[in-house]
């Protein structure tokens, strides 16, 4: 199988060098000082239980890698706009793309360009960044993500993904139900994000303060509105079980969208936060909350 990871920065970085520790035929798209790095030096990957290092495949040109059986596409969200048509040399007849990337937009984004039928909406859970160039750090001991066929059926082609990925040492999740992972990421994520960025707080912090944790509480049921108008029903359950892991949050633990605020670095604006309000107009829902924190951002 022939893979390519469009975005090797620390979540493709991590699923990319498991990929090719496993001496799969991986290729990581990725650019500046960083690719240089890679492809001097090859890929090292620091573990809470330990690093390793992976030699690896490194361009910034996917014409030069021709087109390959899978495709994880793991760029921030607000680089879509360019790496979508960048693309295009990997897709083939049989190509199909896991979509790897925060909100609950990215599949459609992607499929109004290459077809819906390529596209396997995924969601990773992984807190891992670039720690130098050539260098990525993982903080949490298991590498997870979730994807399906958008339809929740479960294909040979998700099937035989789905085992390579695990046999790489992923822990992979085939959904039936795609959609609702999605939203029930974007459920905690959001509010744990869009709050702590607007309080320069982490979540758990903002979250032990009274006030902070009634606006957790609004924007969590702001969140389950939108996402139940949309077709997947998010309860009081759901709510509650994103109530207790802020709770069980790290005192300093941070959001990806806090680290590159802090970092001066653009934020995934669009897909974590301002996806509420537009999503919520189209379904006659409103987040007034969501919209503040947006606007505020």
Known sequence: MKIAVMGAGGIGGC???LL??????VTLIARGEHL????KNGLQVIHPE???????????????VGPVDLILLSVKTYQNEQAIPMMKPLIGRES???????????AAELGQVYGPERVLPGAAYLLCNIDSPGVVR???SAARMTFGEANGNLSPRAI??????SKAGIEADLSEDIMRALWSKLLYNSPANGLACASRLTPRAFFNYPEGNALFQVAFQEVANVATASGVSLEEIDIQGAMKLIAQRPLDGKGSMQADLEAGNPLELEAIIGSLGRIGRKVNVA???????????
Do not use: W
């Open 36 to 39: 240089r790095a890679i492809q």
């Open 160 to 165: 035989k993904f789905h085992d390579t990925l």
């Open 50 to 64: 330990g690093g390793y290092s992976v030699e690896v495949k490194a361009t910034d040109d996917p014409a030069r």
């Open 138 to 140: 993982q903080r949490a």
């Open 20 to 25: 090719a520790k496993c001496g799969l035929d």
């Open 287 to 297: 987040t007034p909350l969501m919209d503040v924190l947006y606007a505020l951002l």
């Open 96 to 106: 199909v793309v896991i979509t790897l990337q925060n909100g609950v937009e990215s």
């Open 15 to 17: 699923f990319g060098s």
